[in-house]
């Protein structure tokens, strides 16, 4: 199993500001996914963060938007930048453990007025 | 392009009946799939993974089929409990990449006392 701490748990954001979130496990993984969750919708992956590599991003999503970092094999971070309403969603970050399963972060609720 | 299909999006059961949740997906090539529970600001988590070789898995009073012919898989409660109330979701990865999964939107349940 894995221990993801994800920061911050909730943020309401001003259109066009930028907002930071952090991921923190509890042991090395050489792969940290980040999905999102729309109001109503399921998730969707956004991109792949590999440590010492750039991101992977997934159709759709783009790098400029969602910039992220993988400085260590323990910690990832994503960026959602120059925020509109349409940004308001759940932003989690996931693991894949030994046995394959998928364990998740908390996630971020962000708002965007 | 695979997609996921939950049916139903809702249910509410009195405690103690025995219950069955429904996932179908578009592309029997699958590699995996996982059912997952959501509770409100606590993230998700991995209830059953079942390999594309597997025909079920069972843990506690929860057990998950697979027929990737027919594209379905079931996950069955016996004798809910309040406690089960919760959203369960559904998930499929498509190749050995296993943190890129595809949700279903999932099952909202609500097991009454």
């Known amino acids: 199993s894995a221990v993801i701490s994800q920061k911050p748990s909730r943020d309401i954001c001003q259109r066009g500001t930028s907002l930071t979130i952090q991921c923190q496990v509890d042991?090395?993984?050489?792969?940290m996914f980040w999905y999102r969750q729309q109001p109503g919708q399921s998730l969707t992956l956004i991109a792949t963060?590999?440590?010492?590599?750039?991101?992977?991003?997934e159709s759709g999503f783009v790098i400029d938007k969602f910039p992220i970092s993988r400085p260590n094999l323990t910690f990832s971070t994503l960026t959602v930048s120059n925020m509109s309403p349409e940004d308001s969603s759940i932003y989690l970050c996931?693991?894949?453990?030994?046995?394959?399963?998928?364990?998740f972060g908390s996630g971020t609720q962000l708002s965007v007025l | 392009k695979q997609e996921v299909t939950q049916i139903p999006a809702a249910l509410s059961v009195p405690e103690g009946e025995n219950l069955v949740l429904n996932c179908s997906f578009t592309?029997?090539?699958?590699?995996?799939l996982q059912w997952f529970r959501q509770d409100p600001g606590k993230g998700l988590t991995s209830l059953l993974l079942?390999?594309?070789?597997?025909r079920e898995q069972t843990s506690g009073r929860l057990n998950a089929s697979l027929d990737k012919s027919s594209g379905r898989s079931t996950l069955y409660i016996a004798a809910s409990q309040p406690g089960d109330s919760a959203t369960y979701l559904c998930?499929?990865?498509?190749?050995?990449?296993?943190?890129?999964?595809?949700f279903g939107q999932g099952t909202t349940l609500q097991v009454k006392p």
């Open positions: 079942i390999q594309s070789s597997q």
């Open positions: 998930a499929v990865t498509i190749s050995s990449n296993t943190g890129k999964l595809i």
């Open positions: 996931s693991v894949v453990t030994g046995n394959e399963k998928l364990f």
């Open positions: 592309d029997s090539a699958i590699y995996n």
């Open positions: 042991s090395q993984v050489t792969m």
């Open positions: 963060a590999n440590q010492g590599s750039e991101a992977t991003y």
